[in-house]
């Protein structure tokens, strides 16, 4: 159990006990007695008493890890025992740890967020924006100015709208070197949000596809507009009706947002994006005749993920979704000679027979994979389905190896052994 402070010789110690136990105090009162004027100012001190409250609590965690204390539990470090003993999450402990150490650096600031001037969000701002100046410059005033100019912003300002000022605090404090410095430093930000760019797509089994993003600036605000466009009430009442869109109104924005999210992916021209393994990215939808004419029914995704039927009508006739509907014969699927390459339609065909690469034991999807002549073409191979199969690009460059045997087994998968 942690020592009662209260009783400690240090003014710090007893300050925070005794502040705790106001605040608890306080917290048990009866707010209904306060008047609107009381609720209101004491809002606002309490927000600043936050600040003050944070700017303590980093200044003792760069102190504690002056000191090492984590050393004498076995710690990794201060920030993980911080962590531990407080139960953060230990990439917060390390973002806060890491604060606490500019803070200390930057006597101005962490003085002004113990004012409770500022919020923690502003002086993180400063901090980084300070920290990332150049470590030579011309002026050796130039790192005080900024930090400077930065907190006089910071008191009219959000943290978002001091974090856009701070890219361009060189060029106000330093005109004469600023403006370039400061385009060029954009320009690399710019290169490298794009260059570390990144997404993540996983099913949750229970019909839904779950992601995270990282994208630039730019290309964030291109979809957030692109978003807003679909998700907005004039768009929605000419697609749903004025009663529908009004009910879609109700609901919260992140909702309506991915709801806009879905209808832009299905309104994207297929036959405008870039050839994936022979074919436009669309995704080919198998379903049988009599599920396609019924009211119930089921259809599979080209990867196999069932979808229902109804799903499928409803989106058989919008760009990116092919319905290959079994039994018909739509497109011409055997080329004989006429052709060194196999269609589209012979692509969309295999994929939908085979689905993965046909070496057994290679999961790769359809749409990854080559579309690969069983018979050579050179030989005197035909262009048909019939002559065709799919393979992984590392397949497809075994099968074609002279050193090794291929076996086509009855179930047309293809096993390899090396020749002896």
């Known amino acids: 159990m942690a020592k009662d402070s209260r009783h400690s010789a240090h003014p710090v110690c007893r300050a925070v006990a005794k502040s705790r136990k106001k605040a608890r105090s306080a917290c048990s009162s009866q707010l209904w007695q306060m008047s609107d004027d009381e609720v209101s100012t004491a809002l606002l001190e309490a927000t600043r008493l936050r600040a003050q409250v944070e700017a303590l609590e980093l200044k003792l965690a760069a102190e504690a890890d002056r000191r090492a204390v984590g050393d004498k539990v076995g710690a990794t470090d201060t920030a993980s025992w911080w962590g531990h003993e407080t139960h953060q999450d230990r990439p917060t402990a390390k973002r806060r740890m890491r604060l606490a150490e500019s803070l200390d650096r930057h006597t101005p600031t962490s003085a002004a967020l113990a004012e409770g001037a500022i919020s923690v969000d502003h002086a993180k701002v400063i901090a980084d924006c300070v920290d990332r100046l150049p470590d030579d410059p011309p002026d050796a005033t130039i790192p005080e100015r900024a930090e400077k100019h930065l907190l006089n912003e910071a008191l009219d300002v959000t943290p978002k709208t001091l974090a856009i000022l701070a890219k361009h605090v060189l060029t106000v404090v330093a005109p004469g070197i600023g403006e370039e410095r400061d385009a060029r430093a954009l320009e690399r930000e710019e290169r490298e949000a794009r260059a570390n760019a990144w997404l993540t797509m996983c099913p949750d089994g229970k019909g839904s596809v779950r992601g995270k993003f990282s994208i630039p600036t730019l290309h964030g605000e291109m979809l957030r507009k692109m978003l807003l466009a679909f998700a907005a009430p004039k768009h929605q009442a000419a697609v749903k009706g004025e009663e529908a869109a009004e009910a879609g109104d109700r609901r919260p924005s992140p909702e309506r947002m991915g709801d806009a999210f879905c209808e832009l992916l299905e309104r994207l021209p297929a036959d405008r994006l870039p050839n994936l393994g022979g074919l436009n990215a669309s995704v080919v939808v198998t379903i049988d005749y009599s599920s396609l004419t019924s009211d119930a029914g089921r259809a599979a995704l080209d990867d ?67 579309a690969h002549h069983d018979e050579s073409w050179l030989r005197g191979g035909h262009t048909d389905i019939g002559n065709a199969r799919l393979l992984c690009p590392r397949h497809h460059a075994r099968i074609h190896d002279p050193r090794f045997e291929t076996t086509i087994h009855p179930d047309n998968q293809v096993t390899f052994h090396m020749r002896t």
């Open 304 to 370: 196999g993920q069932p979808i229902s039927a109804s799903m499928a009508r409803r989106m058989a006739c919008e760009a990116g979704l092919l319905p290959a509907v079994l039994g018909t014969r739509s497109e011409v699927l055997d080329l004989g000679r006429t052709a060194r390459l196999f269609s589209a339609g012979q692509r969309r065909a295999l994929a939908v027979g085979q689905r993965t690469c046909t070496a057994t034991g290679c999961d790769w999807s359809a749409h990854l994979c080559h």
